[in-house]
């Protein structure tokens, strides 16, 4: 059965930190993994990496899949109280077009 | 970004009653999909589609049942509400941004079954 595992569920922080959030997957047929951002509402997308494209960056946001083991992990540096969210991993399951998602991890950043 | 609306935003119902949720894209997009979001389990696929009256189930589709009889709209019907079924519902549609494939989700439904 294809599973995606966050860790870890939640975490606290004070701004201008760096977090890591991490993210293991076990999918047949690997396409791709992706991070999305949910505030309030809809979740938003982050990154998409393949095995083609390992490392993105966005602003303070970026992002390793890692080749050798079904690993990924999100990194935030100097963080802001606007990056509080949660943040959610998925990758496509059994190669299709449907994704499965981790259970996210909530970030809460404190002035 | 996608047109992608859900509707009703908020809906209370009654055990036992049917409820039927409404997902409305304006692009064309060939695969929609319908998730539950719940605090503990993350999202999870219900139901997805891949073409007109092309429908498939998902991990968590008993109780549920979707039609698909126009590109644009994706109805997720609850035959017979329960309360386990509280949950918020997400729409989702498989789109390309920047030559990259990534859901775009619609707002989300809320749903309380009472």
């Known amino acids: 059965e294809d599973k995606v595992v966050q860790s870890p569920l939640s975490l606290v922080v004070h701004e201008g930190d760096t977090v890591t959030l991490n993210c293991s997957y076990e999918?047949?047929?690997?396409?791709?993994l992706l991070w999305y951002k949910q505030e309030k509402k809809a979740p938003t997308f982050l990154f998409m990496l393949?095995?083609?494209?390992i490392e993105k960056k966005s602003g303070r946001l970026s992002s390793i899949l890692d080749k050798k083991e079904p690993f990924s992990i999100l990194n935030i540096t100097a963080t802001q109280t606007g990056d509080s969210a949660i943040y959610l991993c998925?990758?496509?399951?059994?190669?299709?077009?449907?994704?499965?998602f981790g259970k996210g991890t909530k970030l809460t950043v404190n002035p | 970004d996608a047109g992608i609306t859900q509707s009703p935003r908020h809906k209370v119902t009654e055990t036992g009653t049917p409820v039927t949720l409404r997902c409305h894209q304006t692009e064309n997009h060939r695969y929609m999909y319908w998730y539950r979001q719940d605090p503990g389990h993350g999202l999870r696929l219900i139901h997805y589609?891949?073409?007109?009256?092309?429908?498939d189930k998902g991990e968590v589709s008993d109780g549920y049942s979707v039609s698909r009889s126009k590109t644009e709209d994706f109805l997720l019907t609850l035959e017979s509400a329960t309360s386990s079924q509280t949950s918020v519902y997400f729409c989702?549609?498989?789109?390309?941004?920047?030559?990259?494939?990534?859901?775009?989700f619609g707002s989300g439904t809320r749903l309380t079954v009472v």
């Open positions: 999918v047949t047929n690997f396409r791709s």
């Open positions: 589609s891949y073409g007109v009256k092309d429908t």
């Open positions: 393949t095995s083609s494209g």
């Open positions: 989702a549609i498989n789109q390309v941004r920047d030559s990259v494939y990534g859901y775009t």
């Open positions: 998925a990758s496509n399951q059994g190669g299709s077009e449907k994704l499965v």
